[in-house]
């Protein structure tokens, strides 16, 4: 049987749980793993600060794509994209496809998509 909508089901608000893990997600798998997996280079000290392997137009880059993929994926937005407006649905998509994945992609340094995409299972995929 399928779900009733009624206008107090439409402006029920969700929590902003996607959002906000979607933010500390992509900010602490940034600032932790990027030093951490520079270190792993061949001529790298002991001790590697993301300041050290990652420019700072770079972080700029990332912070921006992972806020506003938090911000896309929160409350108001979520819920009129799923819910209420197909207008809505289409500009949370290419909100995503055009403007998130090239800010992340311009985030991550060379070396570290290099290192990456070095597995044997990812050059066969």
Known sequence: MAA?????SLVAPVPPYGGVVMLALGLGAYWFGLPRLGRGLAA???KVRLGDVVPFRRRLAWVAGVVLAAVDESWPVVDLARRVSLVAYLLHNLLLV???VPLL???LPAWAVFRLTEGRLTDAL
């Open 105 to 107: 992609l311009l985030g």
């Open 4 to 8: 009733l909508m009624t206008p107090s």
């Open 98 to 100: 055009l403007v998130v």
């Open 44 to 46: 790298s000290p002991s």
